[in-house]
């Protein structure tokens, strides 16, 4: 039976469909301005319904353009290429450094590649090309640049575990496209620019499994240019790919991974709050704009933000004493006034320290208020008068014991690497997981084992009494790998490597 797609009538009329959605959101053509072309298709798909969408299809083609083989002939179509995006997405994934170099990346890399897989979908054989798009509300630059790239490999990994779930076409799940998958639509009935309809539900069953075939088409396409886009660059070493290529080869795969992990839980850039409710503007949402003080904008060139007039007035009493006067804000959280604004709240480090500030009850002061937070299990008697000796003196970052009864005070000079020790030494007073000493012990190890009073056996016999018995077995270990490196210590790489990519810690110094 001679169907509509296999005599190719089908694919005949599709060529001579106009533009439909591109052309009502009136979108920049994509080769004058890519980013232009993005922002507004992110703007359109925002401001749309999956109705919306499905009604301006329907306005050019109804089910009685399809027969059901067409339906299978389509289906089999993305299921074959839905299986060679599966196969590229597993080896990838296998292969183990793709996620981590994604994630080192820079986020104009990022953005360079995500658009090179839009682009590349947009041209691609689909029904209505980049007018997919409008279909595929999850595909989007900020979703995929979310949580410092983190967004793209949560989604190819949605996108893997669902091609692989099924030998059937897979329908990628999305409950913003699902909700016009039968619709009661209001909307048929006045649609009198279309032309005579049949039964409401009916009348766009198949169109609507055209469409979401397509999504998904798009979606597949997409996933293997951006993904070919970032294997490209690392095969060519190109540009904007040696650094982090640097950084893979010359550091163990663990503190790339370390590092790339620390990337997700930074922000790149303030938030905006409002300085009185504390709201963002997507807290609040519907595009809602800031307003700033103006005098203190004037004046001191510094930005007080507020979502609306009545938060401005209500602030007032306390806003006024430094009004144009001083540079105040009250430095809420994730703001430019607050100096730890590009850790969000999962970050370990900055929560201790913001932990111990509210405990004081003072501003922001120093790193050495990175303490030791209180223990989840159990510590021997010898780790608990540590963690009490360090609680006592916080400019203290370990107590060394030599055998005659004195007490060593070490105390780490350099910003990060007091940092990135008290994290680690914070973990391992804690008691919430089993790393964390190898670190602390090969850094101290290195630097205190030729100090008068001190030897490498003195040392590491302390750090068992206070850490168990498998302690020294954990820190030769970690001073083994090290050692095959090359190079420095744990502490000594992860700040050397992590400069490279977040730039010097030099300004935790200033906190
Ligand atoms: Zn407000
Ligand atoms: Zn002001």
């Known amino acids: 039976m001679a169907s509509a797609i296999e005599d190719h009538t089908a694919v005949e009329k599709f060529?001579?469909?106009?533009?439909?959605?591109?052309?009502?959101?009136?979108?920049?053509?994509?080769?004058?301005?890519?980013?232009?072309?993005?922002?507004?298709?992110?703007?359109?798909?925002?401001?749309?319904?999956?109705?919306?969408?499905?009604?301006?299809?329907?306005?050019?083609?109804?089910?009685?353009?399809?027969?059901?083989?067409?339906?299978e002939f389509l289906h089999e179509n993305l299921r074959s290429f839905q299986d060679k995006v599966a196969g590229i997405l597993r080896s990838l994934f296998d292969e183990g450094h793709f996620d981590t170099i994604w994630l080192l990346l820079d986020a104009t890399e990022q953005r360079r590649h995500i658009l090179e897989g839009l682009k590349g979908a947009s041209v691609a054989p689909t029904f209505w090309g980049q007018d997919c798009r409008a279909l595929c509300p999850e595909v989007t630059v900020s979703n995929f640049l979310s949580q410092g790239g983190k967004g793209f490999i949560d989604f190819l990994t949605l996108v893997l575990e669902t091609f692989e779930s099924s030998v059937k076409p897979a329908f990628l799940p999305n409950s913003w496209w699902e909700q016009a998958s039968n619709l009661p639509n209001p909307w048929w009935g006045q649609a009198s620019d279309v032309s005579p309809r049949k039964e409401t539900s009916q009348s766009t069953k198949l169109v609507f499994d055209v469409a979401t075939t397509n999504r998904?088409?798009?979606?597949?396409?997409?996933?293997?240019?951006?993904?070919?886009?970032?294997?490209?660059?690392?095969?060519?070493?190109?540009e904007g790919m040696k650094k982090v290529l640097h950084v893979m080869e010359n550091t163990e795969g663990y503190i790339a991974r370390s590092l790339a992990m620390a990337k997700t839980t930074l922000r790149d850039k303030p938030l905006i709050?409002?300085?009185?409710?504390?709201?963002?503007?997507?807290?609040?949402?519907?595009?809602?704009?800031?307003?700033?003080?103006?005098?203190c904008k004037t004046k001191l060139n510094f930005e007080v933000h507020y979502c609306s007039q009545s938060c401005q007035k209500q602030d007032w009493s306390l806003h006024k004493r430094a009004c144009g006067k001083k540079r105040v804000s009250k430095g809420?959280?994730?703001?430019?006034?607050?100096?730890?604004?590009?850790?969000?709240?999962?970050?370990p480090a900055a929560e201790m320290i913001r932990n111990s500030e509210t405990k004081n009850g003072r501003?922001?002061?120093?790193?050495?208020?990175?303490?030791?937070?209180?223990?989840?299990?159990?510590?021997?008697?010898?780790?608990e008068r540590q963690a009490e000796m360090l609680e006592a003196d916080r400019d203290v970052d370990y107590f060394l014991f030599t055998p005659s009864g004195d007490t060593i005070r070490f105390v780490i000079d350099n910003p990060g690497a007091k940092m990135i020790f008290r994290i680690n030494r914070g973990m391992v007073m804690?008691?919430?997981?089993?790393?964390?000493?190898?670190?602390?012990?090969?850094?101290?190890?290195?630097?205190?084992?030729?100090?008068?009073?001190?030897s490498r056996d003195i040392i590491l016999k302390q750090l068992c009494a206070e850490h168990g018995a498998d302690t020294t077995k954990?820190?030769?270990?970690?001073?083994?790998?090290?050692?095959?490196?090359?190079?420095?210590?744990?502490?000594?790489?992860?700040?050397?490597?992590?400069?490279?990519?977040?730039?010097?810690?030099?300004?935790?110094?200033l906190l």
């Open 15 to 71: 060529k001579g469909l106009p533009p439909i959605l591109s052309k009502k959101f009136n979108i920049t053509a994509i080769e004058q301005d890519v980013l232009k072309w993005n922002k507004e298709w992110e703007a359109a798909i925002a401001s749309s319904t999956a109705a919306d969408v499905l009604k301006e299809i329907t306005h050019f083609l109804d089910d009685s353009f399809f027969k059901a083989n067409d339906i």
């Open 216 to 238: 998904n088409l798009f979606i597949a396409q997409f996933v293997l240019r951006s993904t070919f886009s970032i294997v490209h660059d690392i095969t060519n070493r190109s």
């Open 273 to 295: 709050r409002c300085d009185n409710c504390t709201k963002t503007p997507e807290d609040i949402g519907q595009g809602v704009r800031f307003m700033v003080c103006s005098v």
């Open 332 to 347: 809420l959280r994730g703001t430019k006034g607050d100096s730890l604004w590009a850790f969000d709240d999962s970050n």
């Open 363 to 383: 501003g922001m002061t120093s790193l050495r208020d990175l303490g030791v937070n209180p223990c989840k299990g159990k510590r021997s008697p010898a780790a």
């Open 430 to 454: 804690m008691q919430t997981s089993d790393t964390g000493i190898e670190a602390v012990g090969e850094y101290m190890l290195k630097i205190m084992s030729g100090c008068p009073g001190l």
């Open 474 to 509: 954990k820190i030769v270990r970690l001073e083994q790998k090290t050692r095959e490196r090359g190079k420095g210590t744990f502490i000594e790489s992860w700040l050397k490597d992590s400069s490279s990519i977040f730039g010097d810690w030099a300004w935790l110094g």
